[in-house]
């Protein structure tokens, strides 16, 4: 009787020992699934829970039930992790699918976050992430997004952007992470006859942008890092309440028209505190814009801050109220730039440079109104008047003119204001030209270096010798 009873003793403790080491297996890998699901989808209720179960539930009920790893969280969390959706993360597989139904989810939950977790990194084929959503959605981009990285595996029909948000308000991009145009073939001739020529025919006019907004408003991009879009990376169209806050945009200053940031048709923007180098313009300002400020921006390689090219093919252009200030640019081709086509319509006013320091900038201030991407273009009567532009401040270094404003033939620029502008030439500087005016009207105010620039502008006249043909009306 004793042995037996002893026997059964061994029995019960051993069965104890067993069930106890089930249990911590059990919440151990519970504890590894919560880990990789992401840090933000547990609540820390959720965690207690857990807890909770390995310590006290009797042994013979059911481990906790894992959590949905597919699908919109039952729980009521407002954090949409791709990796949740079905994406992989690896940079290889497509991915777009999930992003589309983690996008699709979110977009219903006020105030949700899209997650792009940091170390992975998600291969995004060409979409449109689109609105209407509930208010105040964030993509937090802490990853990689990737775009597809040979021009062949672009389908046909979507070569005007690479993500594309549509219809969205109250939207912020956020995140440490980076997005990645994965351009370079895009960029080599050779490579893009070669690629081109196999599937589209013909080369295409246009190459994508990486991330643009249309009819978008009241959206705010923040921290984020851009490169190597195949060409504009940051575009907005036809939006409204933008803004930029400390990003970094880079590509090879050998990539051509790679933008940084391009507007058009867009009000109220205001663009601060980030670094843009690329082959092209920092930012571009085209048509339709107004109210923008742009302010303590590092900008170079590339062609600086532009407005335009306007009224390219004898279209109406307008653009109002710009103000460029704090900027620093460094070895660019222009500084701050008006550029606009013969022969257009509209108008460009109220604009002020200011506070603009230029390190061996070809041309630091520029308006070319005889704009023009090919050797010779005709000349036409007619151009987008300009006036009200203000130079203040603009202090530093160029290499091949300090000033060059070439206004139409037509329509003088007037109100073209210089002050306290400080140019002197860079190491690079060979003593080929002088500050240049032409039709410009307006006044100067020193200090003036070189001091020719005193004498370029035109002081009287000018205003009443555009009125006459001016068509600028179409922009009221
Ligand atoms: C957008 O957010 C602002 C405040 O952040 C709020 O006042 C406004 O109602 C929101 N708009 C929409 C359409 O949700
Ligand atoms: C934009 O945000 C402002 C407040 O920040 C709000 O008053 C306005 O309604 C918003 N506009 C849209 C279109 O959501
Ligand atoms: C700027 O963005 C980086 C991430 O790219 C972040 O670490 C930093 O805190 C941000 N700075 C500000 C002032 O928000
Ligand atoms: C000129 O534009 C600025 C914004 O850049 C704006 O604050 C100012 O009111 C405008 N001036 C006129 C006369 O419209
Ligand atoms: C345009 O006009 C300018 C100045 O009158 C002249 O020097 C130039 O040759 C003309 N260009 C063309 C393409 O006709």
Same mark, same amino acid.
């Given at each position: 009787?004793?042995?037996?009873?002893?026997?059964?003793?061994?029995?019960?403790?051993?069965?104890?020992?067993?069930?106890?080491?089930?249990?911590?297996?059990?919440?151990?890998?519970?504890?590894?699934?919560?880990?990789?699901?992401?840090?933000?989808?547990?609540?820390?209720?959720?965690?207690?829970?857990?807890?909770?179960?390995?310590?006290?539930?009797?042994?013979?009920?059911?481990?906790?039930?894992?959590?949905?790893?597919?699908?919109?969280?039952?729980?009521?969390?407002?954090?949409?992790?791709?990796?949740?959706?079905?994406?992989?993360?690896?940079?290889?597989?497509?991915?777009?699918?999930?992003?589309?139904?983690?996008?699709?989810?979110?977009?219903?939950?006020?105030?949700?976050?899209?997650?792009?977790?940091?170390?992975?990194?998600?291969?995004?084929?060409?979409?449109?992430?689109?609105?209407?959503?509930?208010?105040?959605?964030?993509?937090?981009?802490?990853?990689?997004?990737?775009?597809?990285?040979?021009?062949?595996?672009?389908?046909?029909?979507?070569?005007?952007?690479?993500?594309?948000?549509?219809?969205?308000?109250?939207?912020?991009?956020?995140?440490?992470?980076?997005?990645?145009?994965?351009?370079?073939?895009?960029?080599?001739?050779?490579?893009?006859?070669?690629?081109?020529?196999?599937?589209?025919?013909?080369?295409?006019?246009?190459?994508?942008?990486?991330?643009?907004?249309?009819?978008?408003?009241?959206?705010?991009?923040?921290?984020?890092?851009?490169?190597?879009?195949?060409?504009?990376?940051?575009?907005?169209?036809?939006?409204?309440?933008?803004?930029?806050?400390?990003?970094?945009?880079?590509?090879?200053?050998?990539?051509?028209?790679?933008?940084?940031?391009?507007?058009?048709?867009?009000?109220?923007?205001?663009?601060?505190?980030?670094?843009?180098?690329?082959?092209?313009?920092?930012?571009?300002?085209?048509?339709?814009?107004?109210?923008?400020?742009?302010?303590?921006?590092?900008?170079?390689?590339?062609? %600086?801050?532009?407005?335009?090219?306007?009224?390219?093919?004898? +279209?109406?252009?307008? =653009? &109002? #109220?710009?103000? @460029?200030?704090? /900027?620093?640019?460094?070895?660019?081709?222009?500084?701050?730039?008006?550029?606009?086509?013969? %022969?257009?319509?509209?108008?460009?006013?109220?604009?002020?440079? +200011?506070?603009?320091? =230029? &390190? #061996?900038?070809? @041309?630091?201030? /520029?308006?070319?109104?005889?704009?023009?991407?090919?050797?010779?273009?005709?000349?036409?009567? %007619?151009?987008?008047?300009?006036?009200?532009?203000?130079?203040?401040?603009?202090?530093?270094?160029?290499?091949?003119?300090?000033?060059?404003?070439?206004?139409?033939?037509?329509?003088?620029?007037?109100?073209?204001?210089?002050?306290?502008?400080?140019?002197?030439?860079?190491?690079?500087?060979?003593?080929?030209?002088?500050?240049?005016?032409?039709?410009?009207?307006?006044?100067?105010?020193?200090?003036?270096?070189?001091?020719?620039?005193?004498?370029?502008?035109?002081?009287?006249?000018?205003?009443?010798?555009?009125?006459?043909?001016?068509?600028?009306?179409?922009?009221?």
């Amino acid at each position: 009787m004793k042995r037996v009873k002893s026997l059964c003793l061994l029995a019960f403790m051993a069965i104890m020992v067993l069930v106890f080491i089930t249990s911590s297996i059990t919440s151990v890998e519970g504890r590894k699934h919560n880990v990789k699901k992401g840090k933000n989808t547990q609540t820390p209720q959720k965690d207690k829970n857990n807890k909770g179960n390995s310590n006290t539930a009797p042994c013979s009920s059911p481990p906790p039930a894992p959590l949905p790893r597919f699908g919109y969280y039952p729980t009521g969390s407002k954090i949409f992790d791709v990796l949740s959706f079905g994406a992989k993360g690896d940079g290889v597989v497509d991915d777009s699918k999930a992003l589309l139904a983690a996008w699709k989810a979110a977009c219903k939950a006020p105030g949700a976050k899209v997650e792009i977790p940091s170390e992975f990194k998600f291969l995004i084929m060409p979409i449109t992430l689109h609105g209407p959503c509930m208010p105040d959605l964030v993509l937090q981009i802490d990853g990689a997004l990737l775009a597809p990285p040979k021009v062949g595996s672009w389908p046909k029909s979507s070569l005007f952007q690479w993500i594309n948000f549509k219809w969205i308000r109250n939207f912020t991009i956020q995140g440490t992470g980076v997005v990645d145009g994965q351009g370079s073939q895009w960029w080599t001739p050779s490579d893009l006859i070669y690629y081109v020529q196999k599937k589209f025919k013909h080369i295409p006019n246009w190459k994508p942008t990486a991330l643009r907004f249309y009819s978008s408003f009241n959206v705010t991009v923040r921290d984020i890092k851009m490169i190597n879009s195949p060409q504009c990376h940051l575009k907005f169209d036809s939006s409204g309440g933008i803004k930029v806050n400390n990003i970094t945009i880079s590509s090879p200053e050998s990539s051509p028209n790679t933008d940084g940031i391009h507007l058009q048709d867009t009000q109220d923007v205001e663009i601060q505190h980030s670094d843009i180098g690329c082959g092209d313009d920092c930012v571009s300002i085209q048509t339709g814009c107004s109210n923008v400020h742009i302010h303590h921006i590092n900008c170079g390689p590339g062609h %600086g801050i532009s407005l335009g090219g306007l009224g390219k093919d004898q +279209s109406v252009a307008c =653009v &109002s #109220d710009i103000l @460029v200030e704090k /900027i620093s640019l460094l070895n660019t081709l222009a500084g701050v730039r008006i550029k606009t086509w013969q %022969g257009g319509m509209g108008s460009v006013k109220n604009v002020s440079f +200011s506070n603009i320091q =230029v &390190s #061996d900038v070809k @041309v630091p201030i /520029i308006i070319d109104q005889y704009y023009c991407d090919k050797n010779v273009c005709k000349n036409q009567t %007619g151009a987008v008047a300009i006036s009200g532009v203000k130079y203040d401040q603009i202090i530093g270094t160029y290499s091949v003119q300090p000033v060059h404003l070439a206004c139409s033939n037509d329509i003088p620029c007037t109100d073209v204001d210089l002050t306290d502008i400080q140019l002197k030439p860079s190491f690079r500087y060979r003593g080929f030209y002088r500050a240049l005016c032409w039709n410009s009207y307006g006044k100067s105010e020193a200090p003036l270096l070189p001091s020719n620039i005193d004498s370029c502008l035109r002081r009287d006249g000018g205003a009443v010798k555009r009125t006459a043909r001016s068509r600028e009306h179409v922009c009221f």
